[in-house]
């Protein structure tokens, strides 16, 4: 188990898969020195958990990591998937947001 922090680029629709399993994909770009963009699948019954998300909010995403091989006339190929189980939004609150009352003044310098 992994969390990671970013901001959502895209959801995808609802996919579905063999049987009654269905999944969707959400985009997010995390928020490291070097951003990087992650594709993080929800299966099942976690889809429901991105449905009141949108483009742009900032979440925390906890998530494992999954791997298969793939064997076919002697070609093997390695993949590894990211699949999300939990999301919280991550609401940002500005110093103005936290402390309505207080005012700031830049030229109120303490010396």
């Known amino acids: ?8 680029l895209e959801i995808g629709d609802s996919i579905a898969s063999k049987g009654t399993n269905k999944y969707r994909n959400l985009i997010l770009k995390t928020e490291e020195k070097y951003p990087q963009v992650l594709c993080i699948e929800f299966w099942n019954d976690k889809v ?3 449905l009141n998300l949108n483009v742009k909010d900032t979440v925390t995403i906890s998530y494992n990591i999954r791997g ?4 076919k006339d002697n ?12 999301v919280s ?8 947001e936290y402390s309505p009352d207080r005012e700031t003044y830049e030229d109120d310098l303490p010396f």
Do not use: F, H, P
């Not at 188990?1 to 959502?8: F, L, R, S, T, V």
């Not at 298969?68 to 064997?71: F, N």
């Not at 939004?89 to 103005?96: G, T, W």
């Open 1 to 8: 188990m992994a969390e990671i922090k970013g901001q959502i």
């Open 48 to 50: 429901n958990q991105i």
């Open 68 to 71: 298969s091989r793939w064997q």
């Open 75 to 86: 070609i093997v190929k390695y993949y590894t998937k990211l699949v999300g189980w939990k």
């Open 89 to 96: 939004e991550s609401k940002e609150v500005s110093n103005a």
